[in-house]
């Protein structure tokens, strides 16, 4: 299993401002994932991150508005850019081997 | 496009009754696995179940799947109130070109 932590555990910005996620895993992982669950909803995978290459977007989510950086095998960011009031989510970064772990997201309030 | 499709999306039962949520999805799997979210908090790992197993127990939840109509259920027998929370399968396609996919889940209700 994997033990993961995220920072913030809770924020809220102002629209239009940026915030970076950060993901700590207590062991080497290849890939990391990165979801978002709005309130109320479902997770949705935003991306997948590995060590040394730019990440894998999921149809309906772009770089220049969820850049993230993966630079060593046990730590990724996530940053959302140019925040509105619809960013309003819980997000989660994840690893896996056959089971998935899951950090304990980080809950982002817009206003 | 979601893979894992849940039913019901609410459920509301006594305490000691059992509760079954059901999951279907649309293609090949490697396994599928069901979560607990307790009210927006982070999600806990109940239960994998691999594609080529038909059932699986642990404690008092039993999981079934069933490959030829891609579906699951959930079972939690002799359901407590600290069961309230909100449950999720996630399909895991990863051999089949996908990623793990979320359903969009069933809040159970369990009342004392």
């Known amino acids: 299993s994997a033990v993961i932590s995220q920072k913030p555990s809770r924020d809220i910005c102002q629209r239009g401002t940026s915030l970076t996620i950060q993901c700590q895993v207590d062991?080497?992982?290849?890939?990391m994932f990165w979801y978002r669950q709005q309130p109320g909803q479902s997770l949705t995978l935003i991306a997948t991150?590995?060590?040394?290459?730019?990440?894998?977007?999921e149809s309906g989510f772009v770089i220049d508005k969820f850049p993230i950086s993966r630079p060593n095998l046990t730590f990724s960011t996530l940053t959302v850019s140019n925040m509105s009031p619809e960013d309003s989510s819980i997000y989660l970064c994840?690893?896996?081997?056959?089971?998935?772990?899951f950090g304990p997201g980080t809950r982002l309030t817009v206003t | 496009s979601q893979q894992g499709e849940e039913d019901p999306q609410a459920l509301s039962i006594q305490e000691g009754e059992n509760a079954t949520m059901n999951c279907s999805y649309k293609?090949?799997?490697?396994?599928l696995q069901w979560y607990r979210q307790n009210s927006g908090r982070g999600l806990v790992h109940l239960i994998l179940?691999?594609?080529?197993?038909r059932e699986k127990h642990s404690g008092r939840l039993r999981v079934t799947l069933d490959t030829s109509k891609k579906s699951s259920s959930l079972l939690i027998t002799a359901s407590r109130a600290a069961d309230t929370a909100s449950y999720f399968c996630?399909?895991?396609?990863?051999?089949?070109?996908?990623?793990?996919?979320f359903g969009p889940g069933t809040r159970l209700s369990v009342l004392p």
């Open positions: 994840s690893v896996a081997d056959n089971e998935q772990y």
């Open positions: 062991s080497q992982v290849t890939m």
């Open positions: 991150a590995n060590q040394g290459s730019e990440a894998t977007y």
């Open positions: 293609t090949s799997i490697n396994n």
């Open positions: 179940i691999r594609s080529n197993e």
């Open positions: 996630a399909t895991d396609a990863r051999n089949y070109g996908q990623n793990f996919v």
